[in-house]
């Protein structure tokens, strides 16, 4: 069964601009979380959704956002772009939301980075 | 706020000896417990995943629970230096309808030949 895969898998942009990144989860995986990692933050939850719908946010500005397709791939975009956000974006795929009933292990992708510049 | 919390490291170990992680979390009510490894450039893949109380393993990795203490280790036995990576740990509280993971920072692992 293939991973989850994330497109593109490094992109440089300047500061102002916006980017969408994409992911699409593990075959039959109908969440999808994105997490911020950066050197001093450690992984930083930005959202999680399932079945088309938003389902949890973590403490992120509005500049990002996401959406999830009726496939279950999912995009993140960033809009005006800050130096601060360069960082590796991960995609993590689980059947069901993590925090549901019975746990669920999430699997990542291999991450997007992105450098501001 | 609930937290969770790593010796960032590095800690260094022999090649053959036995590494030690730990993790400490602050919401009692936790439930589950994960530990995954990252390689410098690469995403996180899950070592494995502990839910009671005791001790689990898996090939040469133990982990250990301890509910009371609210802390949660992993030992990796017989290191080798394919085993250097960082170490994360993550939670996921009990308490709320949309509960996510809460990650420690991760601790870095050197096994030295």
């Known amino acids: 069964k293939a991973g989850v895969t994330q497109t593109p898998r490094y992109l440089i942009k300047t500061r102002g601009q916006q980017v969408t990144l994409s992911c699409s989860p593990i075959s039959g995986h109908r ?23 938003q389902r949890n946010k973590g403490n992120f500005p ?14 993140m975009n960033v809009s005006t772009l800050e130096l601060g956000d360069s960082a590796l974006y991960l995609c993590a795929s689980s059947l069901v939301p993590v925090g549901s009933g019975t746990p669920r292990t999430q699997y990542f992708g291999p991450g997007t980075r992105l450098t501001v510049l | 706020q609930k937290e969770v919390e790593q010796n960032s490291g590095p800690l260094s170990v022999p090649e053959g000896a036995i590494a030690s992680l730990n993790c400490t979390y602050s919401d009692r009510g936790s439930q589950s417990f994960f530990w995954y490894r ?14 009671s109380n005791g001790d689990k393993e ?5 982990a250990q629970l301890n509910k009371a203490s609210q802390y949660v280790s992993l030992l990796i036995r ?9 170490y ?22 050197g096994v030295n030949p």
């Open chain 1, 31 to 53: 969440s999808v979380s994105w997490y911020q990692q950066t050197p001093g933050q450690g992984l930083q939850f930005l959202f999680e959704y399932f079945s088309e719908t």
């Open chain 2, 38 to 51: 990252q390689y410098s450039g690469k995403s996180p893949e899950l070592i494995m995943s502990i839910y």
């Open chain 2, 88 to 109: 994360l740990c993550a939670v996921l509280p009990n308490a709320g309808n949309n509960r996510k993971l809460i990650w420690g920072l991760g601790t870095s692992l």
């Open chain 1, 62 to 75: 509005g500049r990002f956002s996401g959406r999830q397709f009726s496939n279950s791939r999912s995009e």
């Open chain 2, 78 to 86: 017989d290191s080798q230096p394919s085993d250097s990576a960082t």
């Open chain 2, 58 to 62: 898996d090939g040469r990795f133990t």
